[in-house]
């Protein structure tokens, strides 16, 4: 019930927030994504996210960016005939401070920012010798996983009228495990279509 509440929340604070902004959009892409975990030598592996953004403008260099994103976090680990993976999917709100300069047509962007997250489902696989097995992950036991995420993002993209292309990693602060010190790991690309006022000349 409280995780409930806590994502209701989130999502008014980005409803309210987004009739303010100059500028709306949907942001979508591809995610390499790993947990950091002590005593495992996890590995990437692929993932995505996507949904709508909002953008604010303070004058002509500097804004920032929200969102709310279905993201797909997680990694994965071998031994011999075996591998093991963890797959995470979270509904994540990044706030990205963004400053942005002309060059001709296009606009090159770097961003910087926090992102909270919170995981709404998990599983983990097995495959040996072919064979797959499935368990769902156990939330909040003490032999399982947290379902609140932190950490910063750091990235640069490049717009052409109302597209976007870019790349960011972010970078977990918060121990989502009950049992091994485990953090997510997850670098992105991704392309964005915004509509709206656009404040830039191009």
């Known amino acids: 019930m409280k995780r409930v509440i806590l994502i209701l929340i989130v999502v008014f604070a980005f409803n309210v927030n987004s009739l303010l902004a100059q500028r709306f959009g949907v942001k979508g892409g591809f995610n390499l994504t790993n947990l950091k975990i002590e005593n495992s030598d996890y590995s990437p592996k692929l993932g995505f996210h996507f949904g ?87 939330w909040g036991s003490d032999a399982g996983l947290k379902r609140f995420d932190a950490g910063i993002t750091i990235g640069a993209c490049t717009a052409v009228k109302i597209f976007e292309v870019g790349f960011s990693y972010s970078h977990g602060l918060v121990n989502i495990s009950s049992w091994h010190n485990t953090k997510n790991r997850v670098f992105s690309v991704f392309m964005a279509y915004k509509f709206g006022k656009n404040p830039f000349k191009r």
Not at 57 to 70: A, C, P, R
Not at 95 to 110: E, S
Not at 117 to 123: C, E, Q, R, S, Y
Request: aromatic share 16%; glycine share 14%; proline share 3%.
């Open 52 to 138: 709508p953004v909002a953008e604010f403008h303070f004058g002509n260099i500097f804004g920032l960016e929200t969102g709310m994103l279905l993201t797909t976090k997680g990694g994965k680990e071998k031994f011999a005939t075996t591998e093991n993976k963890i797959n995470l999917t979270y509904l994540e709100f990044p706030i990205n401070a963004r400053a942005g300069y002309d060059f001709g047509d296009y606009r090159v962007y770097g961003l910087f920012g926090p992102y909270i997250g919170v995981a709404i489902g998990g599983k983990y696989k097995t495959t040996f010798d072919g064979v797959t097995t499935s368990t769902k992950v156990d």
